[in-house]
């Protein structure tokens, strides 16, 4: 700001104040008592500012959280979660990992993960949050057929997937053979299979994919049984780890603490 402005300004507030702010001689410039009082509104506006601005910033939620989602997830559920909290929580910002749900909860367990939506057998051991627990069903393709006597063809993920592991103990569990005719570590290989005829999958039911159908009990395949919708987390219950969690949580289910 130039000298002329600064003076500019002096004038401005010494009309408002009525009278002189500065006492000036050929040696020096000095406060009147008139700018004594002055100065000292002044620090009062400014540290007021300042405590208001911290106080607002303070309430504000920000920080990285670095979130592991189940595959199956991450085309349903997780574009709303992220929506809904990006537009509540502007500050927060996402490291997004989707994997396996049991590699997500090794790297939860190491620290390389602040939060995890995944899957779990029901009723297993473990530390996190019960979201809810959904029913498996089989899908594949509107035209597939089954052949009585011909092995199961699966398409599923590699270990150690859940939902793999349960599908075939329901077969093994019914006689049923089985043969892998396609494995693949995403959801998007997994529903190009399923799509083509190369096999058949068990899923959560809420989150059959819109390609896919649910296959109809006709084809005498067994019951592949639930799953369990689990959040883990790290955090001790605050700022942008809680704040995903909240929408994790609506979005999911309601929310069931439980300890192994």
Known sequence: MGQPTVSQH???????AGGLLFARDTHAVGLTARGQAMLGFAQTIVDTEDR???????????????????????????????????????????????????????????GRLDLVLGKRR????????????EPLV????????????????LVQYP????????????????????????QTSSLTGLRAA??????ITVHARSLVPSDLVELPAELGLPDPGDVDFIL????????????????????????????G
């Open 194 to 199: 399923a799509a083509a005829g190369l096999g």
């Open 232 to 259: 883990l987390s790290r955090d001790g219950g605050e700022g942008p780890v809680a704040a995903l969690a909240e929408f994790v949580v609506a979005r999911i289910g309601s929310a069931t603490s439980f300890e």
């Open 159 to 182: 270990m150690p997937s859940v939902t793999r592991q349960l599908a075939v103990e329901a077969l093994e569990r019914a006689g049923l053979e089985w043969r892998a005719a396609c």
């Open 138 to 153: 089989w899908i594949g393709s509107a035209a597939t057929d089954r052949t009585p006597g011909h092995p199961v063809p």
């Open 52 to 110: 208001a601005a911290r106080h607002f910033r303070g309430t504000q939620v920000r920080g990285r959280v670095r979130f592991g989602v189940s595959e199956d997830f991450a085309l349903g559920e997780l574009p709303e979660i992220l929506r809904r909290l990006r537009e509540s929580h502007p500050l927060v910002d996402v490291e997004l990992h989707v994997e396996l749900s049991d590699v997500l909860a090794r790297r939860i367990a190491e």
């Open 10 to 16: 002096i004038r401005r507030l010494e009309s408002e």
């Open 122 to 133: 029901p009723g297993a051991p473990g530390p996190g949050r019960l979201l809810r627990r």
